[in-house]
């Protein structure tokens, strides 16, 4: 009898443990890359080193190429490619040098949009040899054109991707794209709302969200918002729900090529940093590199990130 008992004890602690290793996962961020013609075959290193890890999926947070280059579909083409060729499954979010800032080289930034919509957002699975099942915005009726903002969950965690692009989220430009500015912001804000309110209602233990541009979240406090910055609105979005939600927030962005992981998202009551806010930016050229973010739900610091190459931890504190 006492065998029988034991041999339960060690089956259940067993399942406990395969359990609490299941819910643990592990991505890859990258982003702001390749920029020049020495950066791709780095790059296709990078991905090759993917190929080795136990990722859960590889999101790349934007600007697939440098500002001025072109923005040809044969560009566009052999970038799906190499994407849809990495094992595991992976998001792409638009950044500005693949639409906004297009007109730097004589194409149209909004034809430039439609078209990685229909290439890289063809359907409801990510790109990748292994799919990932995606919800997107464009399934509601208000927001069609919204293809490439998406989200899903991985065990306890949801993520939610949000077309906001460098160079003042084309804002300020032309009238033309002061208007694509508001329709996209609207489509933004609705996103974000229900992704949250998901995560509410499901009990998700923390919600990543991930864009292209650096937001300048050391802005949040002023006050009025500056009506010229394109990303005022999100910022204070992102604040409310982030302090509604009272659980771990994981910004995930490029832009402005400087890896690092801090907490810069203010509280205005206390002027202090929101603790359960973390923000994780991506290596940018001229620095090819990966970041490997591993998740434990089960561990009350939540996040271990180590980079792909010189091995730099950190852990929240």
Same mark, same amino acid.
Request: glycine letters at 6%; charged letters at 25%.
């Given at each position: %009898?006492?065998?029988?008992?034991?041999?339960?004890?060690?089956?259940?602690?067993?399942?406990?443990?395969?359990?609490?290793?299941?819910?643990?996962?592990?991505?890859?961020?990258?982003?702001?890359?390749?920029?020049?013609?020495?950066?791709?075959?780095?790059?296709? @290193? %990078?991905?090759?080193?993917?190929?080795?890890?136990?990722?859960?999926?590889?999101?790349?947070?934007?600007?697939? &190429?440098?500002?001025?280059?072109? =923005?040809?579909?044969?560009?566009?083409?052999?970038?799906?490619?190499?994407?849809?060729?990495?094992?595991?499954?992976?998001?792409?979010?638009?950044?500005?040098?693949?639409?906004?800032? =297009?007109?730097? /080289?004589?194409?149209? $930034?909004? +034809?430039?949009?439609?078209?990685?919509?229909? %290439?890289?957002? *063809?359907? +409801?699975?990510?790109?990748?040899?292994?799919?990932? &099942?995606?919800?997107?915005?464009?399934?509601?009726?208000?927001?069609?054109?919204?293809? @490439?903002?998406?989200?899903?969950?991985?065990?306890?965690?949801?993520?939610?991707?949000?077309?906001? *692009?460098?160079?003042?989220?084309?804002?300020?430009?032309? $009238?033309? %794209?002061?208007? @694509?500015?508001?329709?996209?912001?609207?489509?933004?804000?609705?996103?974000?709302? #229900?992704?949250?309110?998901?995560?509410?209602?499901?009990?998700?233990?923390?919600?990543?969200?991930?864009?292209?541009?650096?937001?300048?979240?050391?802005?949040?406090?002023?006050? *009025?918002?500056?009506?010229?910055?394109?990303?005022?609105?999100?910022?204070? @979005?992102?604040?409310?729900?982030?302090?509604?939600?009272?659980?771990?927030?994981?910004?995930?962005?490029?832009?402005?090529?400087?890896?690092?992981?801090?907490?810069?998202?203010?509280?205005?009551?206390?002027?202090? $940093?929101?603790? #359960?806010?973390?923000?994780?930016? /991506?290596?940018?050229? *001229?620095?090819?590199?990966?970041?490997?973010? /591993?998740?434990?739900?089960?561990?009350? &610091?939540?996040?271990?990130?180590?980079?792909?190459?010189?091995?730099?931890?950190?852990?929240?504190?």
């Amino acid at each position: %009898m006492t065998r029988l008992i034991l041999a339960i004890v060690l089956a259940l602690a067993a399942e406990l443990a395969q359990a609490q290793a299941d819910a643990r996962f592990h991505f890859a961020v990258i982003g702001d890359a390749p920029y020049s013609i020495g950066q791709e075959w780095i790059f296709a @290193e %990078m991905l090759q080193d993917l190929e080795r890890e136990d990722l859960a999926f590889v999101v790349h947070v934007g600007d697939f &190429k440098n500002g001025r280059s072109p =923005c040809s579909d044969e560009l566009f083409a052999k970038r799906l490619q190499q994407f849809q060729s990495v094992r595991h499954p992976f998001i792409f979010v638009p950044g500005d040098n693949e639409w906004t800032d =297009c007109y730097r /080289s004589g194409a149209d $930034p909004l +034809e430039r949009l439609a078209k990685l919509r229909e %290439m890289f957002y *063809p359907d +409801e699975d990510s790109l990748g040899e292994r799919k990932l &099942k995606l919800e997107r915005q464009s399934a509601d009726a208000r927001f069609a054109e919204y293809r @490439e903002n998406v989200r899903w969950s991985i065990g306890s965690a949801l993520f939610i991707t949000l077309n906001i *692009p460098g160079s003042n989220n084309n804002l300020g430009r032309t $009238p033309q %794209m002061d208007a @694509e500015y508001a329709r996209r912001s609207s489509a933004n804000s609705a996103w974000l709302a #229900q992704g949250f309110d998901l995560a509410k209602k499901n009990g998700y233990v923390a919600v990543f969200v991930a864009l292209q541009a650096n937001p300048r979240l050391e802005l949040a406090l002023q006050r *009025p918002p500056n009506p010229a910055d394109g990303y005022a609105q999100f910022r204070q @979005e992102l604040l409310a729900h982030t302090l509604a939600y009272a659980k771990p927030v994981i910004l995930l962005h490029g832009d402005t090529h400087w890896f690092r992981v801090d907490h810069p998202l203010l509280d205005p009551a206390t002027q202090r $940093p929101v603790e #359960q806010f973390t923000r994780i930016e /991506s290596f940018g050229s *001229p620095w090819v590199d990966w970041i490997r973010v /591993s998740v434990d739900p089960a561990d009350p &610091k939540l996040l271990r990130i180590e980079t792909g190459t010189d091995i730099k931890i950190w852990r929240k504190k």
